[in-house]
C-alpha cells in the first residue's frame, strides 16, 4: 500500500554494484560480506498482517478523535502539502511519527496494530531489547536494518519501550557503552529524518524523550486508563460470549466500580484468571460467577501494590 505520505521509489538498479555497509543488495547483485550482513539483518524482523481494527479500540473520545486527525494527516498528505500549500512552510512534512503513551496495558500496541490495519499496512514490530540483543554491541546497525525492511515492504514500524531509545543523550561519557547509546539515538535521528513512511512508538515513560525526537513526532496521544465507560465496554469486550458467565445486570456494575484504576490489560487477566477459578472449582460445567471477578480483581490489586508497587489503582474516576 502505497500512502501519500511516502515519496516515490526509484527504480533499483538490475546491475551488480559493490555494496557499502548498510546497503541493500540489489536483485541480481552479488552482496559481498556486508551486504550479507545486511541481508541477515533484515530478515530478523518480520512484516505482520495486522488482525485488530480502529473500531475495536476502547478509548475515549477525544482519543479517538487524535487519532483519526492523524490518520487524516497521513492519507491526505498530498491534498494538506500541495494543495493546501503547507510544504512551502513545513519542510519536513513527510514525517508520520507518532507517539503513544500512558500507563502499562492501556492498549498502545492495540492502538498501533490498529492504525496500521487502518492504513491497509504491514507492521514490523521493532521491540528495543530485542534490537539491542540480536547483535549485541551492534544496535545501530539493527536500527537502520529495521527502516529499511519497512521501506521496502511498505510496512509500518512500529517500536515498543521506545523511551529505551528515544532517551536522552548522554553527555558524560566515560566508557564504550555509553557511546554506543549516543550513537544509536544519533542514528535513529538520521532515520526518522529520512524515512517517508509510518513510524509508532509506544511508551510508559514519555517524559524520558529526548527532546529532539519530540519535535520530530507528528503527534503525541495519550491512551489513559480506562473511565467508568470505558471499563464497561471493556468488560463486554473482553469476556467472549461462550464463556459460561452467572452475572446480572447489576453485578456488571459492581465490577465496573470495582476495577477502577485497572487497564484493559488487567481486566484481561482478571477475566482469564477468573474463569480458570471457576474451572479449578467445577470442572467444565462451571459457571464464572461474581465472585470469580472479584477475588482475580483482589489478587491484581494486591499485585500492584506489593509488586509493581503501583497506585494508580487507588485513583477514583
Not at 80 to 86: C, I, Q, V, W
Not at 191 to 212: K, M, Q, R
Not at 227 to 251: F, K, T, V
Request: overall charge negative; charged content about 25%.
Amino acid at each position: 500500500m502505497m500512502t501519500s505520505a511516502h515519496r516515490p521509489t526509484e527504480e533499483k538498479e538490475q546491475v551488480a554494484r559493490p555494496v557499502m555497509e548498510g546497503q541493500v543488495v540489489p536483485p541480481g547483485g552479488h552482496p559481498g560480506p556486508n551486504g550479507q550482513e545486511m541481508v541477515n539483518r533484515l530478515e530478523l524482523f518480520d512484516v505482520e498482517t495486522p488482525q485488530r481494527r480502529l473500531n475495536d479500540l476502547v478509548l475515549p473520545d477525544e482519543t479517538m478523535r487524535q487519532i483519526r486527525s492523524l490518520l487524516t494527516k497521513i492519507t491526505y498528505h498530498h491534498v494538506l502539502y500541495e494543495e493546501f500549500g503547507l510544504g512551502e512552510i513545513d519542510p519536513y512534512g513527510g514525517r508520520t511519527a507518532i507517539n503513544l503513551y500512558g500507563p502499562p496495558g492501556t492498549g498502545k500496541s492495540f492502538a498501533a496494530e490498529a492504525i496500521a490495519h487502518e492504513l491497509k499496512m504491514g507492521i514490523i514490530r521493532a521491540n528495543y531489547a530485542e534490537i539491542e540483543s540480536k547483535y549485541v554491541g551492534e544496535t545501530a546497525k539493527n536500527i537502520k536494518a529495521a527502516f529499511q525492511k519497512a521501506k521496502e515492504t511498505d510496512a509500518l514500524l512500529f517500536f515498543d519501550e521506545a523511551d529505551s531509545i528515544l532517551g536522552r543523550r548522554l553527555t558524560n561519557v566515560r566508557q564504550s557503552t555509553d557511546h554506543a547509546v549516543n550513537v544509536s539515538r544519533s542514528v535513529m535521528l538520521i532515520e526518522l529524518d529520512h524515512f517517508s513512511g509510518v513510524t509508532i512508538f509506544a511508551t510508559n515513560l514519555a517524559s524520558n524523550y529526548d527532546t529532539a525526537f519530540i519535535r520530530r513526532i507528528l503527534g503525541h496521544v495519550e491512551i489513559p486508563l480506562p473511565d467508568a465507560d470505558g471499563r464497561a465496554r471493556l468488560w463486554r469486550y473482553l469476556i467472549p460470549g461462550r464463556m459460561p458467565i452467572l452475572l446480572g445486570e447489576q453485578d456488571w456494575e459492581h465490577l465496573v466500580s470495582e476495577s477502577a484504576g485497572l487497564s484493559g490489560g488487567d481486566i484481561l487477566n482478571i477475566v482469564i484468571n477468573a474463569a480458570s477459578l471457576a474451572l479449578d472449582r467445577d470442572g467444565p460445567m462451571c459457571l464464572v460467577a461474581l465472585n470469580d471477578f472479584l477475588t482475580a480483581i483482589s489478587a491484581s490489586k494486591r499485585a500492584k501494590m506489593k509488586i509493581g508497587e503501583d497506585p494508580l489503582y487507588l485513583q477514583g474516576e
